[in-house]
């Protein structure tokens, strides 16, 4: 089973055992504009996700 | 692959900044977050404890950790809530934000003074729009000539001298870049930190404007605060967006280039550029007169753009 990122009700599916920052490499989506936060804790681009693991993406840009 | 430590305390970070060359542990980002925010104020001269603050709150991330950081930095500041009357496919997307700025107000003994649109003056932001020529195609326009009339109208009606808004420096980056592109030299000169009060306006302070907007959302993450996640639905494909694409796609080869290009346009403009010839000093281009219908400044002759706005729907 596959890590799950979750933005906005969106699931988003990527192999483990892979980095923050790898992670969202893979899915296109920006470092800048997205933290991850796993166990009610934010990651840092480092941390380690794993299969099985669901951690939920945060978009923190707004605007309009 | 090594992890980040906490720059101050070695502990495992849980936030990292690449520009700032800073990693920050829970205690000591959200510490390191309010002591930059006095930093900001004390280095602009925004405010003082003395003095008596509205915040513009929206319910989101930025506006809800402004408030925060304020009442604990010790300052005497009250919220405000607009409803715009917006939905979305979600549901209702300003009552929704309305009640995370109520919760947020409420647990943290705020006062928050909540102004509906559609009840003060008969129609929602999107209704008000469908029928003016600046609102036709999105509400955005209409949206921020409301807004800002409204708030500038709360702040004279009720003695308070100095009207705050979470403008981070991400936001204020897009605009930079939006008015650089066709060379708004008028806007340039009247984007800063704080506008100070002027013929009937009250002074402006954007204590966020040197954080970066992921961090503004860490700080929120971190401190527990529950915040509006969704957007805007009329903010999609919006002018701003793609400029806050732009500079984070420059941002993730150059890290540091955001504040680069903000801190040097604001030293520029504090050098003297962006000032027109006849109107040294910054002053505003037009004279201002207040609008007959409502009291509020306007450059119109006749009544102020907002009354006009309401007169005709």
Not at chain 1, 34 to 44: A, E, I, M, P
Not at chain 2, 125 to 148: D, M, T, W, Y
Not at chain 2, 239 to 260: F, S, W
Request: hydrophobic share 35%; aromatic share 10%.
């Amino acid at each position: 089973m596959p890590v799950t990122l979750i933005l906005r009700k969106i699931e988003y599916t990527v192999e483990g055992t892979i980095t923050v920052k790898d992670a969202l490499k893979q899915l296109g989506l920006s470092p800048e504009s997205h933290l991850v936060v796993f166990d009610g804790k934010l990651l840092n681009e480092n941390d380690v996700l794993r299969n099985g693991q669901v951690a939920k993406l945060v978009a923190v840009i707004s605007g309009g | 692959m090594s992890n980040y430590v906490c720059s101050k305390c070695r502990q495992p970070a849980v936030f990292r900044m690449r520009h700032h060359r800073l990693a920050f542990c829970q205690p000591h980002y959200l510490e390191w977050f309010i002591a930059q925010t006095a930093r900001v104020i004390e280095k602009y001269h925004m405010f003082s404890p003395e003095d008596k603050i509205l915040l513009a709150v929206s319910g989101g991330k930025d506006s809800l950790a402004l408030w925060d950081v304020l009442w604990r930095l010790g300052y005497s500041v009250d919220g405000l809530y607009i409803n715009l009357g917006i939905e979305s496919s979600e549901g209702q997307y300003s009552n929704e934000s309305e009640q995370y700025a109520n919760d947020f107000a409420r647990q943290n003994n705020l006062a928050l003074r909540v102004i509906n649109v559609q009840q003060s003056y008969g129609q929602t932001i999107p209704q008000f729009a469908s029928h003016n020529q600046r609102g036709r195609e999105k509400p955005c326009g209409v949206c921020g000539l409301v807004k800002r009339h409204i708030m500038n109208q709360i702040a004279r009606d009720f003695g308070y001298n100095v009207l705050t808004t979470a403008h981070n420096l991400d936001d204020e980056a897009a605009v930079l870049m939006g008015n650089m592109i066709t060379w708004q030299v008028d806007l340039l000169q009247r984007q800063s930190p704080i506008l100070p009060a002027e013929d009937g306006f009250v002074r402006k302070a954007k204590p966020f404007c040197r954080f970066y907007e992921r961090e503004t959302a860490a700080y929120s993450l971190l401190r527990g605060i529950e915040y509006e996640e969704e957007e805007c639905p009329y903010s999609e494909g919006s002018k701003q967006l793609v400029y806050k694409d732009i500079l984070n796609k420059l941002e993730e080869t150059a890290p540091g280039i955001k504040m680069n290009y903000y801190a040097s346009f604001l030293n520029t403009r504090a050098n003297g550029y962006f000032v027109s010839e006849e109107k040294p000093g910054g002053q505003a281009d037009q004279e201002l007169h207040p609008c007959p219908v409502c009291g509020q400044p306007t450059t119109s002759n006749g009544a102020c753009a907002f009354c006009r706005l309401v007169k005709a729907s």
